[in-house]
C-alpha cells in the first residue's frame, strides 16, 4: 500500500543501511571470526561510517558494531558497542543464507525479526523497516496525484487506466 507523497515517514534510502547481502559478497560470512568496516555517502558527501566484526563460529553467530553516533541537535557523541545475533536458513540447492535478528526493544521485547538488513534511522541503534516505520521512496511517491485527480472527480483506478 502506497504513502501520500507528504509522509513524514522516513525512507529506507534516507537512512545508514548495512545487508547481509553485502556481507556475502565481501566474504564475511566465509567462517570464522572477520572484521570490517564501511563507510556511507550522500551526493559524494560522506555521511557516516562503522566498523564491525562477524563471527560464524558454530554456536557463536554475531554481528558487533562499532560506531559514534552524534545527536544533530546538540552535538553530543555517543560510543556505540553492540552486537545482534546472525541465523542462517539453509538453501534449496546446498549452501544457506544469513539473515540477522533485529535488536530493537519493542514494547518492552526485542524484535528479533530474521531480516536481511538493518537500518539506522532517527535512532541510534541498527534495527529493522518495521521497528522504525520505514517505507520505500517508490512507496511515497506512487500515489503522487492520487489526491488531484479526486478533487478533479476521476478515481485513482480510472486516472491509471486513462494515462498509461
Not at 529506507?12 to 564475511?28: G, M, P, V
Not at 551526493?43 to 566484526?53: A, D, P, Q, V, Y
Not at 560510543?79 to 530493537?104: A, K, M, N, S
Request: charged share 25%; glycine share 10%; proline share 2%.
Amino acid at each position: 500500500m502506497g504513502r501520500w507523497s507528504y509522509s513524514s515517514r522516513l525512507t529506507i534510502e534516507e537512512c545508514k543501511t548495512i545487508t547481509a547481502k553485502f556481507l556475502n559478497k565481501h566474504h564475511y560470512f566465509d567462517g570464522g571470526v572477520r572484521s570490517g568496516g564501511m563507510n556511507w555517502s550522500r551526493n559524494g558527501e560522506k555521511t557516516g561510517s562503522i566498523s564491525f566484526m562477524v563471527s560464524t563460529v558454530e554456536g557463536d553467530e554475531y554481528i558487533r558494531f562499532q560506531y559514534t553516533q552524534t545527536d544533530r541537535n546538540t552535538n553530543e557523541k555517543t560510543e556505540l558497542d553492540y552486537q545482534t545475533r546472525l541465523v542462517w536458513t539453509p538453501c534449496h540447492f546446498g549452501g544457506h543464507r544469513w539473515w540477522f535478528t533485529c535488536p530493537i526493544m519493542v514494547n518492552g521485547c526485542v524484535c528479533g525479526h530474521r531480516v536481511g538488513s538493518l537500518h539506522i534511522g532517527r535512532g541510534k541503534y541498527f534495527g529493522c523497516r518495521h521497528c522504525y516505520n520505514l517505507t520505500y521512496e517508490s512507496s511515497k511517491e506512487s500515489h503522487k496525484f492520487d489526491r488531484l485527480f479526486l478533487k478533479m472527480g476521476v478515481s485513482p483506478k480510472m486516472a491509471n487506466k486513462l494515462f498509461k
